[in-house]
């Protein structure tokens, strides 16, 4: 935030603007430029991509640079696939544990980079996670059994993709799929695509590409209503299907050689 304020108002005087023609340009009222310049406010996401474009530098920098007399543009490249992360923070400047319910996933889609919805939802406070920034996420469906739908994961942002760990389970906020939770199946190299695997073997594993994921989160615990039960004896079905994963599996494999 300090950054973002600190910027517009260095950008906006080097042009020899002041906070009403500023304004103007970008289609603000002066009050907000102010409020911006002043950290009493965050711009969102689509007006931070207009000031960006508006100065010709990139989102990137602009948000996560401190631009001043010695500051050194960096490329543009694509600003489509550029990373922000929205949290919200307590009355003592906390990072919040906001909450994404199944029914709020949607909405989750189109507002996880916008600061205004990621302030309105809910919040969770758990004093063992204090450094990083977490979020709840709540899944549905059998695919991560023993996990039952239902179960909230709470997940720890991951900034670097190529911290990604395989054999490790993550929530993966993407553009076709929306938020799953799954077991990673390879090292995410480039981020040209990544495995994702199922722990219910029912279910084929599957691979996503890069440019379609938005957020990325570790789990790191979970939340449940429902409590452990003993280890069932396998039934004639859950082996049958077992069986029948291990022969799509096999079946795939020698297609490939």
Known sequence: MAKISSNIKFLRKKKGLTQQQFADQVGIKRSLVGAYEEERAEPKYELLKTIALYFDISLDDFINETIDDRWIAKPKGNQNNLRILSISVDKEDNENIEMVPLKASAGYMNGYADPEYVAQLPKLYLPMFKQGTY????????SM???????TIIGEYVENWADVKPSETYVILSKSDGV???????KFK????????????VYEPYEINGEDI??????KAYI????PLPTPEPTMESLTNMMAQMQRSIAKLEGNN
């Open 135 to 142: 979020r709840g996420f709540e899944i549905k469906g059998d």
């Open 145 to 151: 059994l023993p996990l039952v739908s239902g179960t």
């Open 180 to 186: 799953v939770y799954k077991r990673i199946g390879n």
């Open 190 to 201: 480039d981020n040209k695509k990544l495995k994702l695997i199922s722990d219910n073997p």
């Open 214 to 219: 938005l957020e990325i989160w570790k789990a």
């Open 224 to 227: 449940s209503t429902h409590l």
